[in-house]
């Protein structure tokens, strides 16, 4: 299911340049860009991701991750292939590194299909993730369209490595993104993601001031690469300065995969200690991931204490809210609080086999 892209621009040599995210790839008919799905053919670039998947699942909101938003609500994930970065710690390589050609993904997911498959399963929205959405970008916001036509809601799960210009048209589609910040170095970004820091900054700022999406960071530590004490201070110090206290941080465990299996999974004292620092640093909304920790993924009123979130993993086992504010002291906690359910719901990551 080929279709013109609609990042890109002719170069005085003959070439065509993906405008895209800042690559800025520029490419002969026949070749594909760095992600593998954007493509130079016949004096255009076309993107061979529209109508793909590699799979769907039915997850709860909390798994994305997102805390503050539709805290309890099921969503439909979906991916396809390839990826704008290098990561080589990438815990979904099996997709984000796959080739067209290898298999991964089936057409004909239309985005009335995809609709129809949240309708079906019952999940009132669609979170594009599992590989980055950004190199998918046209597909995104066709599906998001859709989506919000049926009166779903739209989450982005990203690294935020994208352009201004085709940042500013993919985001008012989305009610809600998790933007991944690999580290808090351009020489990790460098070496470890081939790629760079200031992008995913200026995209995380952007977000923050100039749209109204909810967004949640992300930060995952590995041990010796990202995980040092002056690190989260100060990624945590800078998300106070540029997006506010309010800004949920999710800090999570790496576990070894793809080309980095010679680290150590981060221990869970890492966690919860650079927690403390970033609370340290003045964000109301620290959370950690990927260990069993319920302490550091309840929501805490920042006012007087008290758990208005209780989780345990992605479960939602109470809410204490009175609309937007605690239960008990009137505190406003920040987020996206229109729906909320107790569940112990768990997704699990299918590829396709969902009702046609």
């Known amino acids: 299911m080929i279709r013109?892209?609609?990042?890109?621009?002719?170069?005085?040599?003959?070439?065509?340049?993906c405008t895209l995210c800042p690559r800025d790839c520029?490419?002969?008919?026949?070749q594909a860009g760095f992600c593998s799905v954007r493509a130079a053919e016949g004096g255009r670039l076309v993107t061979r991701a529209?109508?793909?998947?590699?799979?769907?699942?039915?997850?709860p909101i909390e798994k994305k991750p997102l805390a503050h938003f539709r805290p309890g609500s099921?969503?439909?994930?979906?991916?396809?292939?390839?990826?704008?970065?290098?990561?080589?710690f990438c815990q979904n390589w099996n997709t984000s590194k796959a080739r067209l050609g290898d298999e991964a993904a089936e057409d004909g997911f239309t985005p009335e299909r995809v609709v129809a498959l949240a309708r079906e399963v019952g999940a009132p929205g669609i979170a594009f993730t599992y590989n980055d959405?950004?190199?998918?970008a046209e597909y995104a916001?066709?599906?998001?369209?859709?989506?919000?036509?049926?009166?779903?809601?739209?989450?982005?799960?990203?690294a935020g490595y994208v352009t201004p210009a085709a940042r500013a048209e993919i985001f008012p589609h989305m009610d809600a993104a998790n933007v991944d910040l690999k580290a808090f170095t351009e020489e990790f970004y460098a070496h470890v993601t081939l790629g760079h820091l200031a992008p995913v900054l200026d995209t995380l700022e952007w977000l923050a001031r100039a749209t109204g999406v909810w967004v949640v960071v992300t930060n995952?530590?590995?041990?010796?690469?990202n995980d040092g004490v002056d690190e989260t201070r100060a990624l945590a110090r800078w998300l106070v300065q540029h997006m506010g206290a309010d800004v949920p941080l999710h800090l999570t465990g790496f576990h070894p995969d793809w080309r980095l299996r010679d680290r150590p999974p981060t221990p869970a004292g890492t966690l919860s200690a650079a927690r403390a620092i970033a609370r340290g640093e003045g964000l109301r909304h620290v959370y950690t991931g990927n260990v069993r920790d319920?302490?550091?993924?309840?929501?805490?009123?920042?006012?007087?204490?008290?758990?208005v979130i209780a989780r345990d993993w992605h479960a939602v086992r109470s809410v204490a809210l009175s609309g937007d504010a605690c239960a008990r002291c009137g505190t406003r906690i920040a987020g996206r609080f229109e729906a909320r359910t107790v569940s112990s719901t768990t997704g699990a990551r299918r590829r396709l086999g969902l009702p046609s």
């Open 4 to 17: 013109e892209a609609r990042y890109w621009e002719p170069t005085e040599d003959g070439r065509v340049r």
């Open 26 to 30: 520029r490419l002969r008919d026949g």
């Open 50 to 59: 529209w109508g793909r998947s590699t799979g769907f699942a039915v997850d």
């Open 74 to 88: 099921k969503v439909l994930s979906f991916g396809t292939e390839g990826c704008n970065l290098g990561c080589q």
């Open 133 to 136: 959405p950004v190199i998918w």
């Open 141 to 158: 916001i066709d599906v998001a369209r859709a989506a919000h036509t049926a009166g779903l809601f739209t989450v982005f799960v990203t």
């Open 220 to 225: 995952l530590l590995i041990p010796g690469l």
């Open 294 to 307: 319920p302490e550091g993924q309840t929501t805490w009123c920042p006012g007087c204490g008290a758990a």
